[in-house]
């Protein structure tokens, strides 16, 4: 009877809700009846085994997205496991039964906690097309299961090297911007030093906290801060900056000329880095370049490592539960697995910290696909965990197939008022 279920196609009106497991218990019910009259019954064990995959089903929809493309290939998939279950009762007890293997494969791809961005159109492709052969060719042969799996698992090794792929480069990116960062603020770190409380024009404050900025950011990037390179570079800003200050400072052609070349090499054109020169030299009294024309330019050119330096708004010190979160995130080993919740229909994200700097406290999420998703600072990963925006997913490894199932024995044993043991298996 389930046989001939199976090869009919699965018609659903706009609107019309998916088939259960209950309805197909019933039309196969339906079918035993009119084939053999009206007294016609499922045998004890068929009716629990029915029982069974309609509480498994709906343990596993509420993990499954409803508008996951995943809904429709369990849905197709109903039948083929009825029959696998009905003649093996080996799929309740066994974690590694091949149907119960596509179940998980097939479940798994569309989790509550994946995103839009999550889901790889590849694997969902692959999922489609081994259901399809499955329900074409399921008769009762668990190899047909078997093959399917074979063909999902290389799909999802595929696409797990290349999600290691994407995380490396994102992870080499982070640092890279990581590193720009702290240049940045090494290099505002020098120049206020060497400024100590002397105040030079504003447009010239202006130009070193601009493009004598760059230059020695890119110096610190490039060399480090005990190199010769940099030593050079923060003895040219103390000569700007006492050339600058003292009005009867004869101007300084010679630190003219190595600003200039300075500049060309962190990028800005001949006229502009000339320009520049002549104001924090004072070589040239009679500029080429207005004031206001320079600051245009500066205005238009993004700056080197702006971006990665950028800081927020100072925050309130932390409270005791937002430190103790703090010091949580700063001992988590590279990989945890975070849950963020999304609004107020309490929807959560899944997202895996990938990688982070105890120097700047600067954190990576990617997804499942290795792709970058979200960037915190560890204090504000913090202060999300104290407030039950956010927490380390800690529940079991297990899969999902195994989570809905050790569910359904817990509401058996809540109907049958029996205690909870702890789970051990997917047996009963």
């Known amino acids: 009877m389930l046989g001939s279920l199976q090869s009919l196609p699965l018609a659903r009106a706009r609107g019309q809700r998916r088939r259960t497991m209950q309805d197909l218990r019933e039309a196969t019910l339906a079918r035993l009846r009119a084939e053999h009259g009206p007294a016609a019954a499922l045998p004890p064990e068929h009716e629990d085994a029915f029982d069974l995959l309609s509480i498994l089903y709906q343990e596993i929809g509420r993990q499954v997205r409803g508008d996951a493309p995943a809904q429709d290939l369990l849905?197709?998939?109903?039948?083929?496991?009825?029959?696998?279950?009905?003649?093996?009762?080996?799929?309740?007890?066994?974690?590694?039964?091949?149907?119960?293997?596509?179940l998980n494969s097939v479940a798994e791809s569309g989790a509550t906690w994946l995103g839009e961005d999550d889901a790889d159109p590849q694997l969902v492709q692959r999922l489609e097309q081994v259901v399809q052969r499955v329900v074409e060719a399921y008769d009762g042969d668990p190899a047909v299961f078997e093959l399917a799996n074979q063909e999902v698992q290389e799909q999802q090794r595929a696409m797990l090297r290349k999600a290691e792929v994407s995380e490396r480069r994102q992870v080499e990116a982070a640092r890279g911007r990581d590193r720009l960062a702290g240049a940045k603020h090494q290099a505002d770190a020098a120049i206020r030093a060497c400024l100590a409380?002397?105040?030079?024009?504003?447009?010239?404050?202006?130009?070193?906290?601009?493009?004598?900025?760059?230059?020695?950011?890119?110096?610190?990037?490039?060399?480090?801060?005990?190199?010769?390179?940099?030593?050079?570079?923060?003895?040219?800003?103390?000569?700007?900056?006492?050339?600058?200050?003292?009005?009867?400072?004869a101007p300084d052609s010679a630190l003219g000329t190595q600003i200039e070349a300075a500049l060309r090499q962190v990028g800005y054109h001949e006229d502009e880095a000339g320009a520049i020169a002549r104001r924090l030299s004072r070589s040239e009294d009679d500029e080429v370049t207005s004031r206001t024309e320079l600051t245009a330019r500066l205005k238009a050119r993004a700056r080197l490592g702006e971006d990665a330096a950028r800081r927020s708004e100072p925050l309130p010190p932390r409270s005791a539960g937002e430190q103790a979160c703090y010091d949580q995130v700063r001992a988590l080993p590279f990989g945890t697995w975070f849950e963020f919740s999304l609004g107020a229909q309490g929807e959560v994200r899944r997202q895996r910290l990938s990688w982070y700097s105890p120097v700047t406290d600067h954190a990576l999420f990617v997804n499942t696909r290795g792709q970058k998703v979200a960037e915190h600072s560890l204090d504000a990963l913090?202060?999300?965990?104290?407030?039950?925006?956010?927490?380390?997913?800690?529940?079991?490894?297990?899969?999902?197939?195994?989570?809905?199932?050790?569910?359904?024995?817990?509401?058996?044993?809540?109907?049958?008022?029996?205690?909870?043991?702890?789970?051990?298996?997917?047996?009963?």
């Open 197 to 249: 409380g002397r105040r030079p024009p504003q447009f010239v404050q202006a130009l070193l906290n601009q493009a004598w900025a760059d230059v020695l950011t890119l110096t610190a990037l490039r060399h480090g801060e005990d190199s010769p390179e940099w030593r050079e570079r923060t003895a040219a800003t103390a000569r700007i900056v006492e050339v600058t200050c003292d009005p009867e400072a």
């Open 382 to 428: 913090a202060r999300m965990m104290a407030a039950g925006q956010a927490r380390v997913v800690t529940e079991e490894r297990s899969r999902l197939v195994d989570r809905a199932w050790h569910a359904t024995l817990r509401l058996l044993r809540g109907l049958a008022g029996r205690a909870e043991p702890a789970p051990s298996g997917a047996g009963a």
């Open 75 to 102: 849905e197709r998939l109903q039948v083929p496991l009825a029959r696998a279950a009905l003649q093996d009762q080996g799929f309740f007890v066994a974690e590694r039964h091949p149907a119960r293997e596509l």
